[in-house]
């Protein structure tokens, strides 16, 4: 089946500097893929929809100079948490789906643990 | 605006039947679709219901009413595993999933 691999797992970066997090579809192409963040116990919040070869949409709240997202293949969209804070702390994951698919199949990667300190 | 709603908590037995129910009220519908999540894990799919009626998967089964903006997910022969957070997530445009808050369904022997 279809994988998307997300790196780091698991990060640990001191505050104000910046972190980046791969998303990588290993068997397809993926022209779009998505950025969510969830906080313990909460829900999965869209962060933005990232287009490769363009810029990301972003959901209304999220900051585009922070969490900046970039797509350059279509196998590879990066998601860079710039001037990080504790309250950036979260996990940050990324589906993408699949160029030949009709929409309806989603795949997610494993998910980023990002601690602040 | 997008909102969807769901329980938060369900308790069960094994072996009994639960039903979580999510409502959804968003700006474009291209289907309802549920996920299973444990702690610390990814998301994993489970169903996908783009036209009204049930879909089955073994022991999970999903519903859908468009006219109601109303679906449910049906879990069935419920074992200690399925433990986990619930989420309804309405696929507002090709690809975009909006999610709800979740449901904590806790299995108790």
């Known amino acids: 089946g279809a994988v998307v691999s997300q790196h780091p797992s698991w990060v640990i970066c001191k505050s104000g500097t910046s972190v980046k997090i791969e998303c990588r579809s290993l068997?397809?192409?993926?022209?779009?893929m998505f950025w969510y963040r969830q906080f313990p116990k909460q829900s999965l919040m869209l962060m933005a929809t990232?287009?490769?070869?363009?810029?990301?949409?972003?959901e209304q709240g999220v900051e585009k100079d922070k969490f900046l997202i970039n797509h350059a293949s279509l196998t590879l969209s990066t998601l860079t948490v710039t001037s990080a804070h504790p309250e950036d702390s979260s996990f940050y994951i990324c589906?993408?789906?699949?160029?030949?698919?009709?929409?309806?199949?989603?795949?997610f990667g494993e998910g980023s643990w990002l601690t602040v300190v | 605006g997008q909102s969807l709603e769901q329980p938060s908590e369900v308790t069960a037995v094994e072996g009994a039947i639960v039903q979580i129910n999510c409502t959804y009220q968003t700006s474009g519908f291209y289907g309802l679709s549920w996920y299973q999540q444990h702690d610390g894990g990814a998301p994993t799919f489970l169903s996908y219901n783009g036209l009204d009626g049930l879909e089955e998967t073994g022991r999970f089964s999903s519903f859908l009413s468009r006219s109601d903006s109303y679906g449910y997910l049906l879990l069935q022969e419920l074992q200690m595993k399925d433990s986990a957070s619930y989420f309804c997530?309405?696929?507002?445009?090709?690809?975009?999933?909006?999610f709800g808050q979740g449901t904590t369904l806790q299995v108790k022997p």
């Open positions: 589906s993408a789906r699949r160029m030949q698919d009709s929409g309806n199949t989603i795949y």
């Open positions: 997530a309405v696929r507002a445009d090709t690809g975009k999933l909006i």
């Open positions: 990232s287009n490769e070869g363009s810029k990301a949409t972003y």
């Open positions: 068997d397809f192409q993926a022209t779009t």
